[in-house]
């Protein structure tokens, strides 16, 4: 069956990525063979171009993204405007922002089921206000009491976790990940899921089609569904020029009856777990809610799992706490949240910035890339300038070359402002953490590139002053003698290497 599941991966990619060169071999080909009317043709694109720029430069959009393409069309510009337009022209981010305006204002009221907890949060730490303010009363992701939180330092002991908590399920699992692969992790959840959807409990789970463009056959929805599984298939890849494949689903969710529930940077593959070794050993990161704050990434997957459903969800009915009120003790206070590249709010790098302006004695952080626009490096670099104990930990082995070398090209400018750039020795580090002056944490799914910053839909969960904030830094600093410290000599570049990574920064944004 999995040989037979490769043959068609393969297949259907092939056709695929052949599909989108055949049609950008028709542009060049179109322009170049104009014939007699070519030199009208040149005007009539040359001046497109400079209309394309000018609207560029006056979107409400990062200036990295203008920045790259008014470069690309400087760079062909007989056919860099033509470019743009059809590359935005064939997406409708119209419709899709007026599906998740529909969706977020229907389960928008159920957020605040558990009650108010900002007042309480305010009055244990004032200093949280404007991070919890923000969070709550603007992007809509309410402060929660009443949960316990377990911070989760590997894959190995998310995956035990999980397995754990489902087994418990008396009434749904809600799941959603970017990429799904078949073997020693993914096998035995499906295997639970199909016999938890026989004991009559409601499974759903939904997964990005680029995430599993190489792992998954086009028809994996109809074998869960046949297994009683519900599955969506998120934003189906279509082989056409079109901005609208960039917005992908790189949440990563567990809901189980609206009581527990898990978010990180870990997905359904063997890799995750060290069953199989891709990039030496995985470093990776989740939390655990445990209580009201898992009502709230319940919430945020039905958003997602809405956004094209005919029928109306019965918030009310998969309340857990709708008899009798919830009587986990708090663990401190929790925030979980998501961000949409649809609405043009920037949550997620909003809670990294103020985390690190907020900041007065150490910031710690893990992330797997490090391409970051002006805003976030001014943050970095202040925060050390001003005395800060700013560290950040990437990893040593990368997945993607073209994403270590630009990474790797903001390493001088941070560390000569006194940032501490570590790598982690060992592989891969995937995790997606920061943790503040042993008060506050983030784990989550958004990493510093530009991709999960302002492209992709993201989620992540803010703790306050508990446990977990504990356990982030200690996680933290048991990866520091196992990694190296970048130095300045590190950083030496010939004058290859320095136009190399020059011009892949103005790339940055597409990456």
Known sequence: MRKEWVRVVFRRRVFVISTLLVQIAFLFLLIARSGIFFQHLDRALNVLSIVVCIHVLNKREKSAYKLTWIFLILLIPIFGGALYIIFYSQSNPRKLRRLIETSNSQSQPFFSLPGDQLPALVEANRGFLPQAHYLQEYAGFPVYAHTQTEYLASGEAFFKRILQEMEKAEHYIFLEFFILRRGHMLDPIIDLLERKAREGLDIRLMYDDLGCF??????????????????IVFNRFKPILSSLQNNRDHRKIIAIDGKVAFTGGINLADEYINAFERFGHWKDAAIMLSGEAAWSLTLIFLQMWNLRQ??????????????????????????????????????????????????????????????????????????????????????????????????????????????????????????????????????????????????????????????????????????????????????????????????????????
Request: hydrophobic share 40%.
């Open 214 to 231: 190489m792992s998954l056959p086009s028809n994996y929805r109809q074998h869960l569904e046949n297994r009683g599984i519900k599955c």
């Open 310 to 511: 005919k029928e109306k969800e019965n918030y009310q009915a998969l309340y857990p706490w709708k008899d009798s009120p919830c009587t986990v003790e708090s663990d401190g206070f929790v925030q979980p949240y998501a961000d949409s590249p649809i609405d043009e709010e920037n949550v997620g790098e909003h809670v990294y910035i103020q985390i690190i302006n907020k900041a007065r004695e150490y910031v710690y952080i893990n992330t797997p890339y490090l391409v970051v626009d002006d805003n976030l490096l001014s943050a970095l670099t202040l925060a050390a300038k001003s005395g800060v104990d700013v560290r950040i930990i990437t990893p040593h082995r990368w997945d993607k070359w073209i994403v270590a070398i630009t990474s790797r090209s903001y390493y001088r400018q941070l560390i000569s402002a006194g940032v501490k750039v570590y790598e982690y020795s060992s592989g891969f580090n995937h995790s997606k953490t920061f943790v503040s002056d042993d008060r506050l944490a983030t784990v989550g799914t958004t990493n510093l590139d530009f991709r999960s910053l302002y492209l992709h839909f993201e989620c992540g969960v803010l703790v306050y002053e508990n446990r977990a904030v504990q356990a982030v830094k200690e996680d933290f600093l048991a990866i520091i003698p196992i990694s190296h410290q970048v130095t300045p000599a590190d950083c030496a570049r010939n004058a290859a290497q320095r136009i190399l990574q020059d011009v892949l920064r103005i790339f940055a944004p597409l990456m």
